[in-house]
T-cell receptor, first 111, second 115 residues
Framework: KQEVTQIPAALSVPEGENLVLNCSFTDSAIYNLQWFRQDPGKGLTSLLLIQSSQREQTSGRLNASLDKSSGRSTLYIAASQPGDSATYLCASMEYGNKLVFGAGTILRVKS | DGGITQSPKYLFRKEGQNVTLSCEQNLNHDAMYWYRQDPGQGLRLIYYSQIVNDFQKGDIAEGYSVSREKKESFPLTVTSAQKNPTAFYLC??????????????FGQGTRLTVV
C-alpha cells in the first residue's frame, strides 16, 4: 500500500528565503505526482503536476522535481513571500487513478 | 466557469441523522472522488467513481454511501453509522485528456459538524 510522507510538517521562514519542501513515497510505480496548495478552510489548488516520465516542472517561482527510483519529490519555492503561506500537499497518482496524499507541510512566511 | 461545486459550505448534523453533501462538476470528467480531511492529517479516500453507475470503496468507506447516476454529480451521504463524522470533506474530479495528462481538480469543501 502506497504511503506518502512530507517533511517538514511545519516551516516558518522570513520573507525572501528560498525553501524546499520534501515528499517521499514508498511505491515507485506511480502514474504522476501532483503538488497542491491549501489555504485555511479552502479546497486544494493544483500547483504542479509531474508525469512519471518527467524529472521536473516549473511554474513561476515554483519548481518541482521527481526521482521515481528513490521515491522522492521536492517542491522548491524561490524568493518566498507572505502570500505563499499555506499548507502544501503532495499526492501520488497510482495506476488505477487513486490519489494518495501526504499529511502536508504548513508554511508560514514572515514579513 | 468550469469547475467543481460543493454545497453546502457548512453543514450541521444531529446525532442519528443522515446528511447528504453535494458535488457537481461541469468539466466533463469521468472520475470523481470523495476525501475526508481531519486536522493534521492528509486526505483519506472515502469513495471514488470512474464511470456513471459504478463506484468503489476507498480506505474509509464505513458509514458513508454514494451514488453516480449522472456524470456531473457524485453526492455523498454521511449516515448515522458514521460515529465520528465531524471533518472537512473534499470532492475531486480527474481529467483524462488525449495527451495522457491526468490531473485532479478539487472543490472548495464542506465542513460537517455534529451538534
Amino acid at each position: 500500500k502506497q504511503e506518502v510522507t512530507q517533511i517538514p510538517a511545519a516551516l516558518s521562514v522570513p520573507e525572501g528565503e528560498n525553501l524546499v519542501l520534501n515528499c517521499s513515497f514508498t511505491d515507485s510505480a506511480i502514474y504522476n505526482l501532483q503538488w497542491f496548495r491549501q489555504d485555511p478552510g479552502k479546497g486544494l489548488t493544483s500547483l504542479l503536476l509531474i508525469q512519471s516520465s518527467q524529472r521536473e516542472q516549473t511554474s513561476g517561482r515554483l519548481n518541482a522535481s521527481l526521482d521515481k527510483s528513490s521515491g522522492r519529490s521536492t517542491l522548491y519555492i524561490a524568493a518566498s513571500q507572505p502570500g505563499d503561506s499555506a499548507t502544501y500537499l503532495c499526492a501520488s497518482m497510482e495506476y488505477g487513478n487513486k490519489l494518495v496524499f501526504g499529511a502536508g507541510t504548513i508554511l508560514r512566511v514572515k514579513s | 466557469d468550469g469547475g467543481i461545486t460543493q454545497s453546502p459550505k457548512y453543514l450541521f448534523r444531529k446525532e442519528g441523522q443522515n446528511v447528504t453533501l453535494s458535488c457537481e462538476q461541469n468539466l466533463n470528467h469521468d472520475a470523481m472522488y470523495w476525501y475526508r480531511q481531519d486536522p493534521g492529517q492528509g486526505l483519506r479516500l472515502i469513495y471514488y467513481s470512474q464511470i456513471v453507475n459504478d463506484f468503489q470503496k476507498g480506505d474509509i468507506a464505513e458509514g458513508y454511501s454514494v451514488s453516480r447516476e449522472k456524470k456531473e454529480s457524485f453526492p455523498l451521504t454521511v449516515t448515522s453509522a458514521q460515529k465520528n463524522p465531524t471533518a472537512f470533506y473534499l470532492c475531486a474530479s480527474k481529467d483524462s485528456s488525449a495527451t495522457g495528462v491526468i490531473e485532479a481538480f478539487f472543490g472548495q469543501g464542506t465542513r460537517l459538524t455534529v451538534v
